[in-house]
């Protein structure tokens, strides 16, 4: 339903492409949990991708004045989400050994939430697995200065 959601108006798109990534990354988190690493890491894709472009539509509806209550709601779960995303792709790099992945998704949430506590958390981990201990003292301290 979702899916066929996306060839509707300007104001369900958003919402479809909202719901169809927390649909997907859920779906990754499950076949991460059962073993299917390959599976997990296509749905975390199509979660990002369509959070991503939901993202853009919510911004471009909120800059022509056209974001309703309810568009309102998906705006603000966007950040939670997309963080979600983030976290799922990079553990799933990270678990199939790929360090540098891991560490270039985690660096892309720092760009993306700069602000989130969260986003240095993952950043840190990944750098303290690679011995890049300094960094990761530097990305940690900047969690904790943001989580007070």
Do not use: I
């Not at 300007?10 to 479809?16: D, N, Q, S």
């Not at 056209?66 to 966007?78: A, G």
């Not at 900047?142 to 989580?147: D, E, T, W």
Request: aromatic residues 6%; contains cysteine.
């Amino acid at each position: 339903m979702f899916l066929k959601a996306l060839r509707c108006e300007a104001k369900v798109v958003p919402k479809a492409m909202m719901n169809l990534g927390l649909l997907y990354n859920t779906r990754g988190n499950f076949l991460a949990q059962t073993g299917d690493l390959d599976g997990a890491k296509s749905a975390s894709v199509d979660a990002a991708k369509y959070l991503d472009e939901a993202k853009h539509l919510l911004d471009s509806l909120a800059s022509s004045g056209n974001l309703d209550s309810d568009l309102k709601t998906y705006f603000e779960r966007y950040r939670p989400l997309r963080l979600q995303a983030h976290r799922l792709a990079g553990q799933l790099s990270a678990g199939t050994g790929d360090l540098e992945s891991s560490e270039a998704e985690f660096r892309l949430a720092t760009k993306n939430f700069p602000e989130e506590s969260l986003s240095w958390q993952m950043l840190s981990r990944v750098l303290e697995m690679q011995g890049k201990n300094e960094e990761a003292a530097q990305a940690l301290s900047r969690a904790k200065s943001l989580a007070t």
